[in-house]
C-alpha cells in the first residue's frame, strides 16, 4: 500500500491535474518540442545550412539579445493594451513565419534581421503567456500551474533533443531546412491550442495609464527584479561554468556533462511541482528565493572539491554538486513565478512582468564572463567569492520583498479580482 500510495503522489506531481492547468501544460509541452529541437540543432543549422562562420553566428545572437534586453518592457506593456491571449498567439504565429523563411535566409543581414525580430516577438509573447497564466488561474493554483508548464517544458526539449539528433545524423541541407519547417508547424499547432484556451475578460484600464516605461522607477520592485533575477545565474553555472570546469579541473570524462544535463531534465520533471508548493504568496516566495540562493552559494562550495579528487569520487562530487544546483534551481524558480504572481498590480501586469524580466537579462550580461573568471580561470579560489555573492543576495531579497510589498504599485487601479475565463 505505502508503495502504491508513492507512485500516485508521483504521478499527481508529474500529470496535471484535468482542466485549465493540464491544457497549459499541454502546450507548453508541444511548443518546446520545437524550441527544444531548434535549441540542440541551431549551432549546426547555422553554420551548415546558411553557411555562416562561427563569429558571425555569435555576433547575431548577441544583437538579438540587446534587442531582447531593450523591448522587453515596452513590448511586455503589448499584453495590457490588447490582452494576454492575443499577444500570444500573434507571437506564436509571428514565430512560425519567421522560422519558414530561414531556408530562405541569404547571408548576414539576413540571418541577423530573422534573429533580431525573433528576440522581439519573443520579448512580447513570453510575458504574455506567464500573464495569462497568472490571470486564468486563482490565485493558489498559480505556481503549481506554472510549475506543470516548466515539467511538461523539459518533457518537450527532451522529444526535441532526441528529433535533433536524428536531423544531425542525416546531416543534410535537405534535413535542416525540413527541421525549421517542421518547427514552424509546431508552432501553427501550438497557436491553435492557445486560441482553444478559455478566454479571459477585460481588465479594467487605470484611469491615468502610465508610460510604458514608468515601471522602472518602482524602486522597491525593481530591486526585486534585479535580486532574483541575479538568482537565475544557476543557469549559467549549469550550462556553461560547470561543464567548463569539468573539462580543465577535474580527470572526469568528458561524457559526464551530457549525464548531468539528462540529470537536469529528470529531476526538473519529477520535482518541479513538488518543491514549488508554499510559494504562492510574497512572503512564501520571497523565502523560496532564499532558499535558492543559499543552494546556489553550496554549490560554490562542493563543485570545487571535484577538483582535488581522482576517480570515482570526482564523479560523485559532481553528481552531489549538480544536485544540489539542481534543487537551488527548481526552488528559486517557484520563487520567481510566487512573486510575479502576487506583486504586480492586475491592470499594469503585462509592464511588470516585463520589467521583472530585466533581471534575469541583466543576470545573462554580466554572470557568464564573471562567474567564469571567478570559478574557472582563478584555479578555484574564486568559488569563495562566488558563494559569499549568492549568501548576501539571499539575506537580502526577504526584505527586499517586505519593502516593496509595504509599496504601492505605480497605476495600480484597485486591488486584484479573481478573474473567471469565459469558455
Known amino acids: ?192 491550442f492557445v486560441r482553444r484556451l478559455p478566454r479571459l475578460p477585460q481588465v479594467a484600464r487605470p484611469t491615468e495609464p502610465m508610460s510604458r516605461l514608468a515601471v522602472l522607477r518602482d524602486r522597491p520592485f525593481m530591486a526585486v527584479s534585479l535580486l532574483s533575477g541575479l538568482l537565475t545565474a544557476h543557469q549559467t553555472l549549469y550550462l556553461t561554468v560547470m561543464p567548463l570546469w569539468i573539462l580543465t579541473h577535474t580527470d572526469a570524462p568528458k561524457t559526464i556533462i551530457a549525464g548531468l544535463v539528462l540529470l537536469n531534465t529528470v529531476l526538473i520533471v519529477l520535482l518541479q511541482v513538488r518543491v514549488s508548493r508554499g510559494a504562492d504568496t510574497a512572503s512564501g516566495a520571497a523565502r523560496a528565493s532564499r532558499r535558492g540562493a543559499l543552494l546556489i552559494a553550496l554549490f560554490c562550495l562542493v563543485l570545487p572539491i571535484s577538483g582535488l579528487t581522482r576517480g570515482a569520487l570526482t564523479v560523485v562530487v559532481l553528481v552531489a554538486a549538480a544536485t544540489v544546483l539542481i534543487l537551488a534551481e527548481l526552488i528559486e524558480s517557484a520563487g520567481a513565478w510566487g512573486l510575479t504572481a502576487t506583486l504586480p498590480p492586475a491592470d499594469q501586469r503585462g509592464a511588470y512582468v516585463g520589467a521583472f524580466r530585466l533581471g534575469s537579462q541583466v543576470q545573462y550580461l554580466i554572470a557568464p564572463v564573471g562567474l567564469t573568471a571567478l570559478g574557472v580561470t582563478t584555479g578555484g579560489w574564486g568559488w569563495i567569492p562566488a558563494a559569499a555573492i549568492f549568501v548576501l543576495v539571499g539575506l537580502a531579497i526577504v526584505p527586499v520583498v517586505g519593502w516593496a510589498g509595504r509599496t504601492p504599485r505605480l497605476g495600480a487601479a484597485a486591488p486584484e479580482r479573481t478573474m473567471t475565463p469565459v469558455p
Do not use: C, K
Open 1 to 192: 500500500m505505502g508503495a502504491r500510495e508513492t507512485i500516485r503522489t508521483a504521478v499527481r506531481n508529474v500529470v496535471p491535474p484535468a482542466g485549465l492547468t493540464r491544457a497549459l501544460a499541454v502546450q507548453a509541452m508541444v511548443y518546446a518540442v520545437g524550441s527544444g529541437l531548434f535549441h540542440a540543432g541551431s549551432a549546426v543549422f547555422f553554420t551548415r545550412a546558411l553557411g555562416l562562420s562561427a563569429a558571425q553566428v555569435g555576433l547575431g545572437l548577441s544583437i538579438a539579445a540587446g534587442v531582447s534586453l531593450l523591448g522587453t518592457v515596452p513590448l511586455g506593456g503589448l499584453t495590457d493594451r490588447y490582452g494576454p491571449q492575443r499577444v500570444w498567439i500573434v507571437g506564436l504565429v509571428l514565430n512560425a513565419a519567421l522560422f519558414a523563411t530561414y531556408p530562405f535566409v541569404g547571408g548576414f543581414a539576413g540571418f541577423l534581421a530573422v534573429v533580431v525580430a525573433l528576440a522581439a516577438v519573443e520579448a512580447a509573447s513570453g510575458v504574455a503567456v506567464q500573464v495569462y497564466s497568472i490571470n486564468a488561474l486563482p490565485p493558489e493554483e498559480r505556481v503549481t500551474a506554472m510549475a506543470y508548464q516548466r515539467s511538461s517544458l523539459n518533457v518537450g526539449f527532451g522529444l526535441g533533443a532526441v528529433i535533433s539528433g536524428l536531423v544531425l545524423a542525416v546531416d543534410t541541407i535537405e534535413a535542416y531546412r525540413g527541421m525549421v519547417w517542421f518547427i514552424s508547424m509546431v508552432f501553427l499547432v501550438t497557436a491553435l
